[in-house]
């Protein structure tokens, strides 16, 4: 049986972690901007807007906060890499991710998205090792699958996990356009955000 979407409702933006609400249990979604991480919040609450598909780098600078009705609460964090933005902008991004991953009590996981086609990149390499070294709970979820053909996907699979330094059976594999994945993936959001 399908499960129900994430019922989820936006609450608040915010720049640090302490100006963040109390809503219980956090799961925090943070990857390289252009990961696929909006749609994927979209597919996972099956609402086509609630988090803003392909926005510019100014508009998604911010850490933005859903609650889930049934308790606790989902957070994007802001996309990392993007090349356009200033060097101070970026300064301000590590201090703003590494004060909310660091010091916020209720985050219970976080979900490092991984484009499934090219990744893992350098920079999400360096995340991961850097939420390894912090000890931070974490969970490596590959997007856009639908993009990889099933002539290379077993590759492609065994590529992004010894490149994440895992194993294949760590990974979640998902395509928020061919909704494949995002029910196994919602049962995990929503076994954590009910813990
Ligand atoms: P974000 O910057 O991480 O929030 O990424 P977006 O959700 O805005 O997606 C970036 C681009 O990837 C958009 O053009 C999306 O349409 C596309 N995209 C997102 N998810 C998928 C997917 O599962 N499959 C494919 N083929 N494209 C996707």
Same mark, same amino acid.
């Given at each position: ?21 109390? +809503? &219980?249990?956090? $799961?925090?979604? #943070?990857?390289?901007? =252009? ?8 597919? %996972? ?7 803003? /598909?392909? =926005?510019?780098? *100014? !508009?998604?600078?911010?850490?933005? $906060?859903?609650?889930?009705?049934? *308790?606790?609460? #989902? ?5 990392? @890499? ?7 902008? !970026? ?7 590494? @004060? ?10 976080? +979900?490092?998205?991984?484009? *499934?086609?090219? *990744? ?13 070294? =912090? ?5 490596? /979820? ?15 699979? !065994? ?9 294949? @059976? ?8 061919? =909704?494949? &994945? /995002?029910?196994? %993936? ?6 954590? +955000?009910?813990?």
């Amino acid at each position: 049986m399908a499960s129900k979407p994430l019922q989820l409702k936006f609450v608040q933006s915010a720049t640090r972690a302490h100006q963040l609400p109390e +809503l &219980g249990p956090e $799961v925090a979604f #943070v990857g390289r901007s =252009n990961v696929g991480k909006s749609s994927l919040i979209n597919a %996972l609450a099956n609402q086509r807007q609630l988090a803003r /598909v392909s =926005n510019t780098p *100014g !508009r998604t600078q911010l850490i933005n $906060v859903f609650s889930h009705v049934a *308790g606790g609460a #989902v957070v994007d964090l802001p996309g990392y @890499g993007y090349a356009r933005v200033p060097g101070h902008i !970026r300064g301000d991004w590590s201090s703003m991710i590494e @004060g909310y991953l660091l010091e916020r009590e209720e985050l219970v996981m976080v +979900l490092v998205l991984v484009d *499934g086609e090219i *990744g893992p990149t350098q920079l999400d390499v360096q995340m991961l090792e850097w939420l390894r070294y =912090n000890d931070v709970p974490h969970t490596v /979820v590959a997007t856009k699958s639908d993009k990889v053909k099933s002539a290379k996907r077993q590759r492609r699979k !065994r590529d992004l996990a010894e490149g994440c330094m895992l194993e294949q @059976g760590d990974i979640v594999w998902v395509s928020a356009s061919k =909704n494949v &994945g /995002v029910e196994r %993936l919602r049962d995990l959001v929503i076994s954590h +955000l009910t813990t």
